[in-house]
């Protein structure tokens, strides 16, 4: 929200600007939020109040610029993300500022993939600068979650920061059972005469939690973050297969399928017709859209194709485009640990069926 203008005469009834402001005699104590995305520390630092050096930030993390999305950084086990709090004081009637202060609200949330473990949520609010009545101006700061609350309250003049480790989640979903959490929060600044009246956010969705995975595996929790598969390079016919499949044009964004009929009849199509039979020793057939996912050989539209620069001992021509699917003999040790590095993969990240994840090569 921009700042409204410090001498402009405002009209009966209060405009929308000042909303959440609380009047106390002839000041108005007002707060804003912006949005979730940008850098706090490029985005709210000052000449006159830089953002101090913070311990608790994880800078490797919450400032790695390949997650963002809207200024909100997530992958698979941890998400971050930002909010900007505005405050000012305006004298009435002239409706002149004669006070501001700027707040920084970071959340961390990390969560343990397949393990059971549990989800832990860190927050932290800094005072990145302050001007006029302004300098005595503090957050108060609630978040709940889960029948939990916690609080968070930075004072004091120049910069300075708090911290508070709120939430600690256990996951417990039964079997097929998926949840999605978030956090609602509410913040008040309070300023010397008086205060601003609360403002109510949600954070952006935080993490998933589900007992979905197959059988015997426990309940777990995952950020919203997209799953990403990374292919091992050291099976390397296997990643040099998915990637000449990539790179002919067939997508590298799947939706995983737990269906055993669909799977079946991918491999069937995949690597039973036209392949040879025997095979050579030591060989397999390997295909991509991998036989687990929905864009497998059976619903793929279109023909077989192959490469010629990896040998791959099929009659299938080289093609490029995004239907059809791709078949290659490879080692059969890197088809295997393909295999199960894909499995892993799965479950470490908690793919759920219909489930769209990237493949990375």
Sequence with gaps: ?????TAATS????????????????LLYCLSLSGG???????????????PKENNWKKEICENPTGRNKGVYRDRFHICFYRDVYVWVIRLPAFKTIGTATFVIRGEAETSGVAGGPVSIEHTITRASATGLGSTASLRWGAGMLREEGSISVTGKGPTSAKEHTFLYKPNQPAGVVQDFDLLYSARAVLKGGSTNSVLFDSPPL??????LKKGTRPGCVSTGKAIYAVGRGNKTYYAHVRAAIKSGLPSTLTRTMD?????????????????????EGKECDEYP???????AASSGG????HSSLKCGLKDPDRTGAGGFSRCLIDAKHNSAGGTELGIF??????????KFGVRV
């Design 346 to 355: 799965y479950t470490d990240q908690r793919v759920l069926n219909g489930e």
């Design 1 to 5: 929200m921009a700042v409204p203008a």
């Design 37 to 51: 995305g940008g850098d706090p520390r490029v985005r709210s630092s000052s000449k006159e109040y830089p953002l």
């Design 260 to 280: 055993s009929s669909l799977i079946d009849e991918n491999r069937k199509i995949a690597c039973r017709r036209g392949v040879p039979s025997p095979r050579p």
């Design 303 to 306: 023909p077989a194709r192959s």
């Design 290 to 296: 991998f036989a687990s996912t929905r864009e497998g």
């Design 11 to 26: 009209p009966d009834p209060i405009p929308d600007e000042y909303q959440h402001c609380a009047k106390r005699g002839d």
């Design 207 to 212: 993490f998933r939690c589900d007992g979905a």
